[in-house]
Nanobody, 118 residues
Framework: QVQLMESGGGLVQPGGSLRLSCAAS????????MGWYRQAPGKQRELVAT?????????LSSVKGRFTISRDNAKNRNTVYLQMNNLQPEDTAVYYC??????????WGQGTQVTVSS
């Protein structure tokens, strides 16, 4: 089982920025898709952004133009980033890193809290 290690959450004021990072403990079988999901209190977990090894990107409609996902697949490690700009209170949630390989394995990170508040 691949372990995903997240970092970068925190408290930020509305309009601020944060960058989340997620690194895999070992190489994930390719092709694969890595990305971010979030879950706010009382709500279901939702997809925020994903990127495949082939460069196919998916965004939640409400974050398009504000969030940018990127990947670094150097040194046989898989790392995914989420640059979040113009954060709003409705972006407050626990953000989870996710990785899915083409052979069917799926891993989740432990989650990192993002709080947007003045």
């Amino acid at each position: 089982q691949v372990q995903l290690m997240e970092s970068g959450g925190g408290l930020v004021q509305p309009g601020g920025s944060l960058r989340l990072s997620c690194a895999a403990s070992r190489t994930i079988f390719s092709p694969n898709t890595m990305g971010w999901y979030r879950q706010a209190p009382g709500k279901q977990r939702e997809l925020v952004a994903t990127m495949s090894t082939g460069g196919i990107v998916t965004y939640l409609s409400s974050v398009k133009g504000r969030f940018t996902i990127s990947r670094d697949n150097a040194k046989n490690r898989n790392t995914v980033y989420l640059q979040m700009n113009n954060l709003q209170p409705e972006d407050t949630a626990v953000y989870y890193c996710n990785a899915v390989s083409s052979i069917g394995g799926q891993s989740w990170g432990q989650g990192t809290q993002v709080t947007v508040s003045s």
